[in-house]
T-cell receptor, first 111, second 113 residues
Framework: GDSVTQMEGPVTLSEEAFLTINCTYTATGYPSLFWYVQYPGEGLQLLLKATKADDKGSNKGFEATYRKETTSFHLEKGSVQVSDSAVYFCALSVRDDKIIFGKGTRLHILP | GAGVSQSPSNKVTEKGKDVELRCDPISGHTALYWYRQSLGQGLEFLIYFQGNSAPDKSGLPSDRFSAERTGGSVSTLTIQRTQQEDSAVYLC???????????FGPGTRLTVL
C-alpha cells in the first residue's frame, strides 16, 4: 500500500545550521507530496507541497523537490532558527482525498 | 476568518463509556476529514466526508467507531465502549473541495482510563 518513510528524530541542530529531513514514499499512482509542521501547542499546518515530478515546494525558507526517480521529497532549509523547532511530517495523497503521513520528525534548534 | 474548531479540547473517560467528538469545519468547505494521532501509530486517516456522504470509511479501526455529518457542516465522531488503546488526539480537517488543501483543527485529546 501507499506509505511514507521519514528519518526518525529527534534532530538537534544549532541556530543557522543547514537542515535536511529525509523522506521517501511508496505509491501506486502519482501522488501529491506535502510537508506539514506542528509547532508546540499548535495544530497541524501545511508547510509546502508539490503536485508533480520535479516541482519544488517552498515556504518560510524551507524547500522540497519532488523526485520521482528516487521517490523522495527531502525537506531542506539553509539556515534554521530557534522558531523552527517543531515536529515535521512528510505526507502524500494519491487520490486527493485522504492524506497518508509519515511518523514525524521532531526538530530542536539550539540558540 | 475562523478556522476548523473541535470540541471538547480534552476528554477523559472511563473504559467502556461512549464518547462524542465534534468538528466544525471552515464555513463553505464541502470536504471534512478525521484523523487520529497516537504515539504508537503516528497520524492515521479515519474517514472523510464529501458533503454528507462518506465515500471512504476504510480507516475506521473497528465497528465501535462511527461518524456522521449533517447539513454538510458539523461532524461528530462517536466511539462506543471506549478502550484504553483509543487514547489519542483526534484531528479534524476540512477543505473547500476534495483534493484542495486540508486545514486542520487543534484536535481533541482523548484519554481512556
Amino acid at each position: 500500500g501507499d506509505s511514507v518513510t521519514q528519518m526518525e528524530g529527534p534532530v538537534t541542530l544549532s541556530e543557522e545550521a543547514f537542515l535536511t529531513i529525509n523522506c521517501t514514499y511508496t505509491a501506486t499512482g502519482y501522488p501529491s507530496l506535502f510537508w506539514y509542521v506542528q509547532y508546540p501547542g499548535e495544530g497541524l499546518q501545511l508547510l509546502l507541497k508539490a503536485t508533480k515530478a520535479d516541482d519544488k515546494g517552498s515556504n518560510k525558507g524551507f524547500e522540497a523537490t519532488y523526485r520521482k526517480e528516487t521517490t523522495s521529497f527531502h525537506l531542506e532549509k539553509g539556515s534554521v532558527q530557534v522558531s523552527d523547532s517543531a515536529v515535521y511530517f512528510c505526507a502524500l495523497s494519491v487520490r486527493d482525498d485522504k492524506i497518508i503521513f509519515g511518523k514525524g520528525t521532531r526538530l530542536h534548534i539550539l540558540p | 476568518g475562523a478556522g476548523v474548531s473541535q470540541s471538547p479540547s480534552n476528554k477523559v473517560t472511563e473504559k467502556g463509556k461512549d464518547v462524542e467528538l465534534r468538528c466544525d469545519p471552515i464555513s463553505g468547505h464541502t470536504a471534512l476529514y478525521w484523523y487520529r494521532q497516537s504515539l504508537g501509530q503516528g497520524l492515521e486517516f479515519l474517514i472523510y466526508f464529501q458533503g454528507n456522504s462518506a465515500p471512504d470509511k476504510s480507516g475506521l479501526p473497528s465497528d465501535r467507531f462511527s461518524a456522521e455529518r449533517t447539513g454538510g457542516s458539523v461532524s461528530t465522531l462517536t466511539i462506543q465502549r471506549t478502550q484504553q488503546e483509543d487514547s489519542a488526539v483526534y484531528l479534524c480537517a476540512s477543505s473547500l473541495q476534495v483534493a484542495d488543501t486540508q486545514y486542520f483543527g487543534p484536535g481533541t485529546r482523548l484519554t481512556v482510563l
